[in-house]
């Protein structure tokens, strides 16, 4: 009885969402995710003994680097979750509609050869291999963004508060 309602659970949903699921959805996860936690550890680590040691050192000028990087950190983020959840949420769509493509090319290739639409497949695909090829470069590059905005603020804060 189980394992019909099992069978029933997965034919609910379109194949291209359990492939989604079981395949890249759970490499996205696992890279995107937790793989970033031991770098964030090490991160949030050496913030804090930057922060104890620089309170020793100027505890004025702790709290006005603690005050610009918080501001700027906020910023960023509230920027960044924006943009990465409906690229996201845009990756997922389109790689399950190319999925879905290459299945039903794949499903009635007889039918596409007989009525010679062949190319219209191949350019509908493309299309959407391109599409998603994009955001996948895009959702890549999102993690550098706050690195280097960090850097420039670091640069440009040395420079401000050297005058201090």
Not at 105 to 133: H, K
Not at 148 to 163: C, D, K, P, Q
Request: glycine residues 4%; without cysteine.
């Amino acid at each position: 009885m189980q394992i019909i309602e099992n069978i029933l659970q997965i034919n609910k949903r379109q194949i291209q969402l359990t492939i989604y699921a079981l395949g890249s959805g759970v490499t996205n996860l696992i890279l995107g995710v937790i793989a970033i936690i031991p770098s964030l550890l090490s991160d949030i680590s050496l913030l804090f003994l930057l922060f104890i040691s620089l309170t020793v050192v100027d505890p004025i000028l702790t709290i006005l680097s603690f005050v610009l990087f918080a501001f700027i950190a906020l910023f960023v983020h509230k920027f960044l979750y924006l943009r990465v959840s409906n690229l996201g949420s845009k990756y997922t769509v389109e790689t399950m509609k190319s999925n879905n493509l290459i299945e039903q090319t794949l499903t009635s290739f007889r039918e596409i050869t007989v009525r010679n639409q062949l190319n219209d497949y191949l350019v509908r695909f493309v299309t959407v291999r391109n599409g998603v090829s994009n955001m996948d470069a895009s959702l890549r590059f999102m993690p550098n963004i706050s690195k280097y905005v960090i850097e420039v603020a670091i640069i440009l804060s040395a420079i401000l508060f050297s005058a201090y």
